[in-house]
């Protein structure tokens, strides 16, 4: 069945730092694949999404590629704030009956100290 | 801001008792969705439901049965809560026309 594997938390960097969450996944078929951000006491809010090989995601200065010879979709900031402070879930889906069945990620947790 | 609303927002129950939790929307969406959230498995599907009265089981549906009799909302219920049942529960939505789901708030149950 699907699965979505992402790196272990909890990470930790100082603001400004480079920031990458690995994230790889098996999949039937060919999914779209999803990150999603919680902030402390929130619901999940959608981040970014790629729906075919080589799509780039993009928001807020996050990108995600996806990368369908090495089924992954890791996802990077240039510089990072202390208000990205949060945990990250990568996401794929598959259909039947024309539902989209997401499947996550264990998430990781990011600390971004001043 | 999809639109959507969870009830309660905190509960605690003890093992044994009935609970229903309900997610309310407002934008007419035809699918609709329960997961749940525990350490170490991100959020995992329980139910969902592809219009009024239609709904199919995720793949931690055991212990758990879901009703949907208006488009608006999507009812959850723990017949006989266990504390294996302790768990924040999210509700979400499906966009179709953007292919993308949007989550309630969350509700946090504690099954003493």
């Known amino acids: 069945g699907n699965s979505v594997t992402q790196m272990e938390g909890p990470v930790t960097l100082s603001e400004e730092a480079f920031l990458t969450i690995n994230c790889t996944y098996t999949a039937t078929g060919y999914p779209s694949l999803f990150w999603y951000v919680q902030y402390p006491g929130e619901g999940l809010q959608l981040l970014l999404k790629a729906t075919k090989a080589d799509d780039k995601g993009s928001n807020k200065g996050f990108e995600a590629t996806y990368r369908k010879e090495t089924t992954s979709f890791h996802l990077e900031k240039g510089s990072v704030q202390v208000s990205d402070s949060a945990v990250y879930f990568c996401?794929?889906?598959?259909?039947?009956?024309?539902?989209?069945?997401?499947?996550f990620g264990q998430g990781t947790r990011l600390t971004i100290n001043p | 801001d999809a639109g959507i609303t969870q009830s309660p927002r905190h509960k605690v129950t003890e093992t044994g008792t009935p609970v229903t939790l309900r997610c309310h929307q407002t934008?007419?969406?035809?699918?609709m969705y329960w997961y749940r959230q525990d350490p170490g498995h991100g959020l995992r599907l329980i139910h969902y439901s592809y219009g009024v009265k239609d709904t199919d089981k995720g793949e931690v549906s055991d212990g758990y049965s879901v009703s949907r009799s208006k488009t608006e909302d999507f009812l959850l219920t723990l017949e006989s809560a266990t504390s294996s049942q302790t768990s924040v529960y999210f509700c979400a939505i499906r966009d179709t026309t953007r292919h993308e789901q949007y989550f309630g708030p969350g509700t946090r149950l504690t099954v003493t």
């Open positions: 996401a794929l889906s598959g259909s039947i009956q024309g539902a989209q069945k997401l499947v």
């Open positions: 934008e007419n969406h035809r699918y």
